[in-house]
């Protein structure tokens, strides 16, 4: 069974930006989607988009385009997520979650602390 | 943009049935599917496609949507039942929309 391996916690500086990494651990994204979500403090789930590694195809919802790039590298099973222009809103645990039918496996979650 | 709205908590005695919903403009006309979350832990999918159970989901998790709101049933509901859960439906405008989250207290 395949899981997902995201990178470490981050302290980031308001204005600069933050690059999460998701890796496929036992098995590889095949033609899945890989989507992000995150979740501020105490509060709910927000997805912000979505990347299918075996097409090249990426996507974000309209409250962060602009802002975040997702790009994704075949050659060793990784997804990456890249938010831009971070401000202390954007402090949240940003999950990477495979696709199929619905969320099925989730990564266990990488915090990014927005602060000066 | 498409919303989908919960209520904010529901409680339960352990061992009777919680129905969790979650509304949204037309929801049964799209899939809906609920994740459970506890304290410090990544969500997990408890039921995809309105009813349809992840291998490893306990039976007494069942699910069901219909005109514009979706129910989550626990039945025999257990004290490991507690957490958040999340309905999430897909939008063609909005993509990936989640509810605004209910908690649920086993006591």
């Known amino acids: ?116 | 943009s498409y919303e989908l709205t919960q209520p904010p908590s529901v409680s339960v005695s352990p061992g009777q049935t919680a129905n969790i919903t979650c509304s949204g403009d037309k929801l049964g006309d799209k899939y809906a599917c609920w994740y459970h979350q506890k304290p410090g832990q990544s969500p997990v999918l408890v039921i995809y496609k309105d009813d349809k159970r992840p291998s490893g989901i306990p039976e007494r998790f069942s699910g069901s949507n219909s005109g514009n709101t979706a129910t989550l049933t626990i039945s025999g509901t257990q004290v490991i039942d507690e957490g958040d859960y999340y309905c999430q439906a897909w939008d063609s405008s909005s993509f990936y929309v989640f509810g605004t989250g209910t908690t649920v207290t086993v006591l």
């Open chain 1, 1 to 116: 069974q395949v899981q997902l391996v995201q990178s470490g916690a981050e302290v980031k500086k308001p204005g600069s930006s933050v690059k999460v990494a998701c890796k496929a651990s036992g098995g590889t994204f095949n033609n899945h989607a890989i989507n992000w979500v995150r979740q501020g403090p105490g509060q709910g789930l927000e997805w912000m988009g979505t990347a299918i590694p075996a097409y090249g195809i990426a996507n974000s919802a309209p409250k962060f385009q602009g802002r975040v790039t997702i790009t994704a590298d075949k050659s060793t099973s990784t997804v990456y997520m890249e938010l831009s222009g971070l401000r202390s809103e954007d402090t949240a645990t940003y999950y990477c979650a495979r696709e199929f039918d619905a969320l099925d496996i989730w990564g266990q979650g990488t915090l990014v602390i927005v602060s000066s």
